[in-house]
């Protein structure tokens, strides 16, 4: 194992984790929560939920995947000119612009639901999970180099 197979698998680990606490939230936390629990509680605990998984993305999962991703792309010898190249740099260019675009919608979702518009942070919640899938597919799609 080298010191870049670490580098590579703390990317995907986080990127897995990212996904899989969306899907966690999204499939188990709130159907559970709406099911179970009065509005009042309800909101408690998907507020509760919502700051930690924020919290979690701002100091842990952002850090590592722009750090590991950066380290990734310098070990490939990437420049900024070679995202507009065919294969792998168009690919990753693809991917980079999804998860800005994820992060804004997983940002504006907090706001959102802070502000009290249930209707756009679901919409916000969604398009950054489907984005997110997306960012996945890009990711499995980079070519060998």
Known sequence: MTWWSVV???HVLGAALWVGGQLAVSLVVLPLAR???DERRRAELLTAVGRRFGLVTVAGFLPVQLATG???AWHKGLTWASLAEPGYGRVLGAKLALFCAVMIAAGAHGW???A???RL?????VSGLVGSF???LLATALPVT
């Open 121 to 125: 942070a679901r919409t916000l919640a």
């Open 116 to 118: 009290g518009r249930p």
């Open 70 to 72: 950066v380290a990734i």
């Open 112 to 114: 959102a639901a802070g």
């Open 8 to 10: 590579r698998f703390l």
């Open 134 to 136: 997306g960012v996945v």
């Open 35 to 37: 099911r179970l629990l």
